[in-house]
């Protein structure tokens, strides 16, 4: 019986899906919670899930748990580019939501970059109406007083500002969602996540803006093109190793 019951319950967590409940890339339940809704042990909805991971419909990963398969989006680092860019290139619906807009006095990483007071951005961006990254942008007040919330709610910082961009500075890092991001991003507290630190110039070489994106691990990678020239110290182009702080 116990074979039936978890090819049972296989089926009926492939309809949910087949009928759109879970959303590519969306987290699904624990198999506890599983298991209360059904009605049955651990190991027999493991077998049930692992039946719809062998099916491609989901997958698995550590610190996610299990979750709807779907193609991460590639972003590639070789242009300044928009969440919404690269998602429109994947085919993906893009959609910003601010949740903060305010000017502020400027935390202490950004203070020495943009100056004593800047204009603090938060939205969640969401691709085909599901969470995709948390996104805070500090912008130099002079270059905000004329923006509104609407405004960066409708475009990108890149669109709006009123000064030609030269380009930026980032780096890319490993992280773990805290309570705010994994509301945001409908994650678990402590998932893994990708942080991008980004510094953004003007054309003259002023920074204009400062900005942190978090993109839940298993939704996003990044693609960088390396040329065949080897560094001196035989590092990677386009990497560089961080000692101890």
């Not at 890339?25 to 651990?42: H, I, M, Q």
Request: contains cysteine; negative net charge; proline residues 6%.
């Amino acid at each position: 019986m116990r074979s039936i019951r978890y090819q049972q319950i296989a089926e009926e967590v492939r309809a949910r899906l087949a009928g759109g409940e879970f959303g590519p890339g969306e987290v699904l339940p624990s198999e506890s919670s599983f298991g209360a809704a059904y009605d049955a042990s651990r190991v027999t909805i493991r077998k049930a899930l692992e039946i719809l991971r062998a099916e491609g419909l989901i997958d698995a990963r550590q610190g996610f748990g299990w979750f709807v398969a779907s193609e991460p989006v590639r972003q590639p680092l070789n242009a300044l580019d928009t969440i919404e860019a690269q998602l429109a290139e994947s085919g993906r619906a893009s959609q910003r939501r601010v949740v903060d807009f305010q000017f502020v006095d400027s935390p202490p990483h950004v203070a020495p970059v943009l100056g004593s007071r800047v204009l603090e951005v938060r939205r969640v961006n969401l691709a085909d109406g599901r969470p995709f990254a948390r996104v805070t942008v500090w912008c130099r007040e002079d270059l905000g007083a004329e923006l509104s919330k609407t405004a960066v709610e409708r475009a990108s910082f890149q669109e709006l500002l009123p000064v030609a961009l030269g380009g930026a500075s980032q780096t890319i890092g490993a992280g773990l969602a805290g309570v705010d991001d994994a509301q945001f991003l409908g994650v678990a507290p402590e998932s893994p996540v990708l942080v991008v630190k980004r510094v953004t110039f003007a054309r003259d070489g002023a920074a204009v803006l400062v900005s942190e994106h978090v993109f839940p691990g298993h939704l996003t990678e990044f693609v960088v093109n390396l040329a065949a020239v080897e560094p001196s110290d035989g590092s990677p182009a386009g990497m560089r190793l961080l000692g101890p702080t």
